[in-house]
């Protein structure tokens, strides 16, 4: 059962049709979480005000406010709750755009919620470890590139002193190109490594988190010195900057 703090994770399931917020809760229930239902702005802001959720599984297309314009705003307000976006099938626009705007992953409608389920177990894995006070840590490492100060243990980065808010994709892709100087990756194994899934050909989806990263450490992210391009291969990340 998924547990954080001896209770059970509390899911958002956000979508307009009633029908699939009534599977998803039943499913998820089963699977152990604790399901809040919502459908839509609305009663997630009511919600958002007075719960606080571990992850919101959000439907893109909604009347009203939609799912790009709820995550985008989410993301301007710093909140950093994982999103997983459900999107119509085959719409790749829309998954790089919800990926752009800050969501942690996507899923296209038609879909077995086993597969859901599978999505929300690895974005709930990248979280970091609740903090016990005067308790050992394995993972407080802090790197430091630069102007930035990446703490893996507080899933921080920072850069000058100044907070840069990531969202729980984003800290999963930097914590595992950190973790690999200078060491190219391929898009394959930075999807096993940061998503805990396979890398599907044509999915632009890791390369839009990459891009979104540069934005946040790169001077000009067309000329990426941190976060490099290896050309037939993937990525690296490179700690002084050099090429």
Known sequence: MPQQNNRADKILILDD??????LLR???TQEGFEVIL?????????????????LIVLDLMMPGEDG???CRRLRAANDRTPIIMLTAKGEDVDRIVGLEVGADDYLAKPFNPRELLARIHAVLRRRPAIEVPGAPSSDQELVKFGPFSFDMGLRTLHKNGEELPLTTGEFAMLKTLVRHP????????????ARGREFEPFDRS????VSRLRKLVEVDAAVPRYIQTVWGVGYVFVPDGTN
């Open 26 to 28: 039943r499913y998820l």
């Open 38 to 54: 919502a459908e839509d702005s609305k009663a997630l802001n009511r919600i958002m005000m007075r719960d606080a959720v571990d």
């Open 206 to 209: 890791l390369d839009v988190q």
């Open 17 to 22: 049709d009633a029908r699939i917020r009534d």
């Open 68 to 70: 790009l314009s709820i």
């Open 182 to 193: 200078r060491q190219p990756l391929s898009r394959e194994k930075l999807a096993q490594m």
